[in-house]
């Protein structure tokens, strides 16, 4: 076959999974943290049961359109937003309080209405994840690629026994140490909580986009069902 079709047909098989071309823009506004920082923050959906997404390092919350838009295609209302230092969002890259940031995005998705919420965080975000579960009230955190320290930021022993909802930790198997790290967070972890080691060596976000998607996408849908009742 000649390397322009095999393009092709990859670019299409691709397309088909994500749905092919860029999302609908959801509705972008500005929230606070504790601390006072302005944060830009991005809502598709509504309904009772939401989600706030926390992106990877150096992404912005962009890196969670198509997932979104799928999300809110199940029934789901969504908060994806930048974090400090990031995209549209203001303030230094400060990565040791980003989790400050997750606890802004939670009540912001409060505010509207949501009162069933999941956090899912893709590398530093899921990390960050972590932390701000271990700190506010909510049905769930699924954890993509989420390494236990990241520049400063760190989900230590004592945060994950803090968290009593359930857990999601995902990983490729031939991403770094990935693996590895979903593992130690899963052992170190208390009450309900779930790992899964997919394959391939897509990371954070990408795993949702390519290779195992359909995977780990059904995990998540399954997680979803199990803790918000939707």
């Not at 397309?15 to 609908?24: D, H, Q, R």
């Not at 802004?104 to 994840?129: C, H, K, P, Q």
């Not at 972590?130 to 990241?150: E, H, K």
């Amino acid at each position: 076959m000649r390397r322009g079709a095999a393009a092709s047909i990859l670019a299409i098989l691709l397309a088909g999974c994500t749905g092919g071309g860029e999302p609908p823009a959801g509705r972008t506004f500005e929230f606070e943290t504790d601390d006072g920082i302005a944060l830009t923050g991005e809502i598709r959906g509504q309904g009772e049961a939401g989600i706030v997404l926390a992106h990877a390092f150096p992404a912005d919350r962009n890196s969670w359109s198509q997932f979104a838009h799928f999300l809110e295609g199940k029934g789901y209302a969504t908060l994806s937003f930048d974090f400090r230092g990031y995209g549209d969002s203001v303030g230094e890259r400060d990565i040791p309080e980003i989790w400050r940031d997750v606890l802004a995005a939670v009540a912001a998705l409060r505010e509207r209405g949501a009162d069933r919420i999941v956090l899912i965080g893709a590398s530093m975000g899921g990390t960050a994840a972590l932390i701000a579960a271990s700190r506010t009230d909510v049905d769930g955190v699924i954890a993509l690629s989420a390494p236990t320290t990241f520049m400063g930021l760190a989900a230590e022993s004592g945060v994950l026994a803090a968290i009593d909802e359930p857990k999601l930790f995902v990983a490729a198997e031939g991403d770094g140490s990935a693996a590895e790290s979903a593992q130690a967070l899963y052992e170190q972890s208390s009450g309900a909580k779930r790992v899964e080691i997919v394959n391939g060596d897509s990371h954070g976000e990408d795993l949702l986009e390519a290779g195992q998607a359909e995977v780990v996408r059904n995990l998540i849908l399954q997680f979803l069902t199990a803790n918000t009742n939707t």
